[in-house]
Nanobody, 120 residues
Framework: VQLQASGGGLVQAGGSLRLTCAASGRIFSMGWFRQAPGKEREFVVGINRSGGITYYADSVKGRFTISRDNAKNTVYLQMSSLKPEDTAVYYC?????????????????WGQGTLVTVSS
């Protein structure tokens, strides 16, 4: 299975962006991670297959919303009230087991990343 992330770009603080991750096949758990310059990759949000269970990092809770369309094998990340500290390369991840996971080791497939830059 291949994952293709898109939707990144340059946005001013307070703005919004929607990231999309399209999978070439069926995926169960899905998630987004990000890596800022000079920092380690960190968990952002995870979602189970039905979309009924989500888990957000505290840093994005209330500002980001994950959703998925299983008919299209696609997951979305709606990001609002963006801050300069949200600047990072965002990676989508998919797993072969259902659930909501925050550890990168629980995911089997990774997208190539899409850059989000938030200017102050």
């Amino acid at each position: 299975v291949q994952l293709q992330a898109s939707g990144g770009g340059l946005v001013q603080a307070g703005g919004s962006l929607r990231l999309t991750c399209a999978a070439s096949g069926r995926i169960f758990s899905m998630g987004w991670f990000r890596q800022a310059p000079g920092k380690e990759r960190e968990f952002v949000v995870g979602i189970n297959r039905s979309g009924g269970i989500t888990y957000y990092a505290d840093s994005v809770k209330g500002r980001f919303t994950i959703s998925r369309d299983n008919a299209k094998n696609t997951v979305y990340l709606q990001m609002s009230s963006l801050k300069p500290e949200d600047t990072a390369v965002y990676y989508c991840a998919g797993g072969i087991y259902d659930g909501t996971y925050f550890s990168s080791s629980e995911y089997d497939y990774w997208g190539q990343g899409t850059l989000v830059t938030v200017s102050s």
